[in-house]
């Protein structure tokens, strides 16, 4: 069973992809800022990251570079999932080594083939 | 008091004036060159001995006519924003430095003119300032109780002129340009003016409080005099007349004499200035005179009968009184009035002497075979030696000619004699039509009157009265000259001066003037116009080389300056260093730079040793001028344009700059609306695919994605009312409400809907009434909201059992409103940033704001149409939002916000 963990502010969103996700065989984590993803990564090593970038305490793209530092995480895809759909964004979420940026609104069904392929690359 | 002891007094207060001259050149602070008042105490210099000590003695033999040398300079001096203006920038542009080059300029710079308009200030002065030394001689003998001796090695009045005389050469000849301002003499007049002004004032006190019983007490004894009432009335027709010239007389002398010509003119350094004196200096005047009548009639009721000179009733009077502290401070007042007198007239008359007589006539010659150094050190000797020979003259003068007659009237024949330049001198700054021969032969007609109707008289009869019966018998052919009404100083005044002006008049539009002349006129009449190029009004013509007339500047200037004046020249012009021939505007500039130190004849006939000039007819100058005129105004204009076009330029920058500022912030403001747009239709599209795509998702689930729905739309159409509101706020488009209501019961409505989610938070609110009035005018819905936004922040960021305190009060017709709570503090950097709307800090990352980032805007929007302000400020453990609205709105503050 495939693991992920969810980081979103946004109570709403998150259910959706909550219930996506389980539904589509996964172990779904959640988290509500960028401290909360870091706190399992203590415990776990994940398969995917869905990464909100503005979220309280810590951000996105702050996350993202404290999971890049480790070693261990090397094989768990981490992907943007922002409602800042400026290119200067994108460009930034994906130089930092983001594998994908997706922008806010998205189809679940498509984030999901997105994530399918990620895996078979 | 001792004659050695006054002796020291002297030296001592000598010694003071050298050091306040010294500190004064040594310092050149801002406050000794910027400054005003020491311009108009300067030009006190005008109150001599003659007004310390004669016009007491005036007041007391003849009533009234003490006041028109106060009365006179005090009507005249408002006109001189006017005409010491124009004066000022003439003089500054032609680097003139004495009268005798700014008559003698105007007129086609004549050498001879400007030697004669120097005689005749050396006849008036020189003689004027025999009777300063007559009154610190006289006065010294007087305070020391000694009698004058006929030694004048045993005189210590002797003593006491030397040292002037060894002051004013040091202290005057500083500087070889004439044109130079002289700090530390300046600032040492200025000194002795203000001191004797003090002085009179503690005798006038000492008179009036001390020796009598105020000023009525005087009135009253005085008025027991049986010439009492006729010497304070103008007797009739005859006596007004008389004071009514003798007013001209001493109005004229304010403007012609050349040390008033010297302290206002030369010594100038900002046009502003005279701003200040001219309202100064008649109030300096009307100080000294408040306190000659009841000095003059103390005096005369104090010594009744015997037999004392009233001129110096200011020193008996405290001797009288064996008051030795104020007899000394009253012969130190009218020591500084002799003094001042004599350092200014001796330095004017010095700088006319050499550069308009003994340079010109003995000495160019010489000069031009000299090195700098050498020239320097015999211009500065040449006026050294006239300042000391100028008041030795006067001391031989005042010994041989005027030890019997008063100070008064040697005084008024010098401002006669002196009275004779005025057609020359007022024709010069606005009339064009008067000429060379017209100024000349009127002044010489004026001067005869006044030799054969004043100084005779004065002078020679009091010399050699065997001649007397002879001369009167031919004095009698004039007889038909007398004007019945007229006393004998204003008659020749009237007379003098109306040959004078008249002869002036007449020859001047009758004889055609010299195109020098006329050049001159238009530059003087019209010195505005040509204030910024008047080298290129100056019309000459003929072949000159630039390296010879370089030759003559190096043998005043040294090379180092002349090289330095050269390269500011070209630069003015624009020309090329290389050019070999020089134009009127280097003829111009060279006289200039010759002017200040040997005068403008001088300078001129220098010149013309090396050029050659073609001669130019009148009307080819007035040609010129007329095209020299009009290209000065279009040059102006161009310059305007010009201005105008870089003005303009600057404000689009500037409008496109914050064009692109606006244009960035609508940029933003639409990123930030769509990224708050983007988030609930992310929730409400995850929602409507998971419904749409999952068949078997259960009920209770299915409910929660519908809700999701249904709220995530009602957030989306508040964030999009909320910008329309904004929009709509900030338009103007919504017309306030404003009506009277209690301020505290819009309060309680605004909080009442949050008391439920304060309750959650466990937070304490509190609130500080400190009014006394609680109906204003405001809308009160819009308040509401105000509030609610306000406290809606407040709870959102104050922490878990927080407070939330709120405080009215009033300060300065204001109503303040401040709302603090606990919790997280805003960066500094932020805090004006707030109110922005969608602002989101620098840390937005970090931080996610809630609601639609619009409430605090919305806030500023409302408190700032209804004429407020609004602010946050951290305080402690805290933010503090500030509201402080009118106590009552007016319509306009309504109207304008809509």
């Known amino acids: ?118 895996f078979e690359a | 008091m001792s004659s050695f002891a006054l002796f020291i007094v002297v030296l001592l207060y000598l010694a003071l004036l050298f050091l306040v001259a010294h500190l004064a050149e040594k310092k050149k602070s801002k406050l000794w060159i910027n400054n005003p008042y020491i311009y108009a105490l300067s030009l ?67 050498r001879n003119f400007s030697a004669i308009i120097t005689i005749v200030c050396l006849l008036a002065v020189i003689p004027y300032i025999g009777l300063q030394i007559k009154a610190i001689s006289e006065t010294f003998h007087l305070v020391t109780k000694t009698a004058t001796s006929q030694n004048i090695l045993t005189d210590n009045a002797t003593f ?47 008179v009036i409080y001390f020796a009598f019983d105020g000023f009525s007490d005087i009135y009253e004894k005085a008025s027991k005099f049986e010439d009492f009432k006729q010497k304070n009335t103008f007797n009739g027709i005859e006596g007004a007349l008389n004071w009514m010239i003798l007013c001209m007389i001493s109005g ?108 010109p006539y003995g000495l160019l010659g010489k000069f031009k075979s ?96 065997e001649l007397k019966g002879v001369l009167r018998d031919i004095y009698h052919i004039f007889d038909v000259f007398r004007i019945p009404y007229l006393s004998r100083i204003p008659e020749i005044f009237f007379w003098s001066l109306l040959t004078n002006t008249g002869l002036f008049t007449i020859i001047s539009v009758s004889v055609k003037g010299n195109y020098r002349e006329r050049n001159f006129a238009e530059l003087y009449v019209d010195v505005d116009k040509y204030i910024q190029n008047h080298e290129n009004a100056f019309i000459w013509r003929g072949t000159a080389y630039v390296s010879d007339i370089k030759n003559i500047l190096e043998r005043f200037l040294g090379k180092k300056k002349t090289e330095q004046a050269l390269r500011i020249f070209n630069l003015k012009y624009n020309i090329d260093s290389q050019t070999e021939t020089a134009d009127s505007r280097f003829i111009k500039f060279s006289e200039n730079l010759l002017a200040g130190r040997i005068g403008t004849a001088s300078a001129k006939i220098l010149i013309e040793g090396v050029t050659k000039e073609d001669k130019i007819s009148l009307k080819e100058v007035l040609n010129i001028l007329e095209e020299s005129k009009e290209n000065i105004i279009l040059n102006k204009k161009l310059t305007e344009k010009s201005e105008e076009l870089k003005q303009l330029s600057e404000e689009l920058t500037v409008a496109n700059e914050s064009l692109m500022i606006k244009d960035r912030q609508k940029d933003d403001f639409l990123d930030s609306v769509a990224h708050e747009l983007r988030t609930p239709i992310t929730a409400i599209r995850s929602a409507g695919e998971i419904l749409a795509d999952d068949d078997d998702i259960p009920l209770d689930i299915k409910k929660e994605f519908l809700n999701n729905i249904i709220t995530e739309s009602d957030r989306l159409s508040e964030i999009i009312n909320d910008i329309l509101y904004l929009d709509k706020l900030e338009h103007g488009e919504i017309a306030l409400n404003i009506r009277q209501n209690n301020i505290n019961e819009t309060y309680r409505k605004a909080l009442n809907p949050l008391l439920h989610l304060i309750q959650q938070k466990d937070i304490h609110v509190k609130d500080v009434n400190l009014l006394t009035n609680h109906v204003f005018e405001y809308d009160e819905a819009r308040l509401i909201q105000l509030f609610q936004n306000i406290l809606g922040n407040a709870l959102k960021f104050a922490d878990e059992k927080g407070t939330i305190q709120t405080e009215f009060s009033i300060r300065e017709d204001r109503l303040i409103i401040t709302i603090f709570n606990t919790g997280k503090t805003i960066p500094e950097e932020d805090l004006k940033m707030i109110f922005n709307k969608f602002y989101q800090s620098k840390n937005q990352n970090i931080l996610k704001q809630t609601g639609s980032g619009l409430g605090l805007a919305i806030s500023k929007q409302i408190v700032e149409a209804h004429g407020g302000l609004i602010y946050a400020e951290n305080s402690g453990s805290g933010v503090t939002f500030t509201i402080s609205l009118p106590e009552s709105i007016t319509k306009n503050e309504i109207e304008k916000q809509q």
Request: net charge positive; glycine share 6%; hydrophobic share 50%.
């Open chain 2, 44 to 110: 006190a210099v005008y109150c001599t001995a003659w007004t310390y000590y004669g016009s007491i003695g005036v007041a007391a033999t003849s009533g009234l006519n003490y006041l028109p040398i106060y009365v006179g300079p005090i009507i005249v001096i408002p006109a001189w924003i006017f005409i010491n203006t124009r004066i000022v920038r003439i003089s500054r542009i032609n680097k003139i430095s004495s009268l005798a080059d700014f008559i003698s300029l105007r007129y086609g710079n004549s």
């Open chain 2, 160 to 206: 006491v002129v030397v040292l002037i005389a060894l002051f004013s050469s040091y202290y005057g000849t500083r500087y070889v340009d004439a044109s130079e301002k002289r700090l530390g003499i300046i600032s040492a007049i200025a000194l002795e003016s203000f001191l004797k002004l003090f002085f009179i004032i503690i005798l006038g006190l000492f």
């Open chain 2, 252 to 359: 004229t002398a304010i403007c012609i004499l050349p040390r008033q010509f010297h302290t206002a003119i030369v010594e100038n350094r900002q046009e502003k200035h005279i701003k200040t004196a001219i309202w100064f200096f008649p109030l300096y005047l009307l100080i000294f005179t408040i306190f000659i009548f009841p000095i003059a009639w103390g005096g005369r009721l104090i010594f009744d009968g015997q037999n004392v000179n009233p001129e110096f009733y200011s020193i008996l009077i405290p001797q009288h009184f064996d008051n030795s502290l104020i007899t000394v401070l009253v012969f130190l007042g009218g020591l500084s009035s002799c003094i001042s007198m004599i350092i200014i007239s001796a330095i004017t008359l010095s700088i006319m002497l050499s550069n308009n007589l003994i340079i």
């Open chain 2, 370 to 465: 000299e090195s700098e150094t050498q020239n320097t050190r015999n211009i500065t000797n040449i006026r050294k030696i006239s300042i000391f020979a100028l008041i030795i003259m006067a001391f031989a003068f005042y010994k041989y000619f005027i030890l019997k007659t008063s100070l008064d009237s040697v005084g008024l024949i010098s401002f006669v004699v002196i009275a004779q330049l005025a057609p020359a001198f007022f024709g010069a700054l606005f009339w064009r039509r008067g000429t060379y021969k017209g100024a000349l032969i009127g002044l010489l007609a004026g001067l005869a009157i006044c030799y054969f109707g004043l100084i005779i008289p004065q002078y020679y009869f009091s010399y050699n009265q």
């Open chain 1, 1 to 118: 069973m495939k693991k992920i963990i969810i980081a979103d502010d946004e109570h709403k969103i998150l259910m959706s992809l909550e219930y996506s996700f389980k539904k589509n065989g996964y172990e779904v984590f959640i988290a509500r800022d960028g401290t909360e993803v870091l706190d399992f990564l203590k415990t776990m090593v994940p398969d995917v990251i869905l990464l909100d970038i503005m979220m309280p305490n810590l951000d996105g793209y702050s996350t993202l570079e404290v999971i890049k530092e480790q070693e261990r995480l090397k094989n768990t895809k981490v992907i943007f999932l922002s409602a800042k759909n400026n290119p200067k964004d994108i460009e930034k979420g994906l130089e930092m080594g983001a594998d994908a940026y997706v922008t806010k609104p998205y189809s679940i069904k498509k984030l999901m083939q997105q994530i399918e392929e990620l």
